[in-house]
């Protein structure tokens, strides 16, 4: 490994909030699949995603993106690196005569000094074409305007009972 990727992965690292940890091992994302990542100066991160329910196509996860860097942030896509089957797509869900429905989002501003939270019932990422389970780290890689990309790994979560809703959260 050279020098200068030695560099990128301890900016990665140390740019990782707690809890937020680089995966050693699972299948998901072997050590080796951990790339050299981009950050975001002044954008903060955190969030999960929902381990995939026996039966279920589809799952979702939830990031908590703050904006400190100066100037707006406009997420426009995501990819799930090293899983070549699956994608991730923003949606949000809105409420028609009372029935909530998904609706994909072409894009995510996120204003300078701003926070946006993704949650159930809310703006979220669809993830189709792979099965998530509880412990397992989730790599993502957020493309945002001017073509900033971020990559993270969040933890996969198990559903709890309270937080689930209708066909998807
Ligand atoms: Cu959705």
Do not use: W
């Amino acid at each position: 490994m050279s020098r200068f990727l030695k560099l990128f992965c301890g900016v990665f690292v140390s740019g990782l909030l707690p809890g937020l940890v680089v995966a050693d091992g699972g299948s998901l994302s072997p050590a080796e699949e951990v790339k050299p990542a981009a950050v975001i100066r002044g954008l903060e991160f955190a969030g999960y995603a929902r381990e995939t329910l026996p039966g279920a196509a589809m799952s979702a996860a939830y990031l908590s993106l703050r904006n400190a860097s100066g100037k707006e942030l406009r997420l426009q896509s995501v990819e799930l690196p090293g899983l070549e089957d699956a994608d991730a797509d923003l949606h949000t869900t809105v409420s028609e005569g009372g029935v909530s429905r998904m609706r994909a989002l072409p894009e995510l501003a996120i204003p300078a000094g701003a926070t946006v939270e993704m949650a159930p019932g809310g703006v979220h990422l669809m993830l189709r074409g792979v099965r998530l389970r509880a412990g397992e780290q989730l790599p993502l890689r957020l493309h945002f305007a001017g073509g900033e990309i971020l990559e993270l790994h969040v933890p996969v979560r198990q559903l709890k009972a309270a937080a689930e809703h209708h066909h998807h959260g």
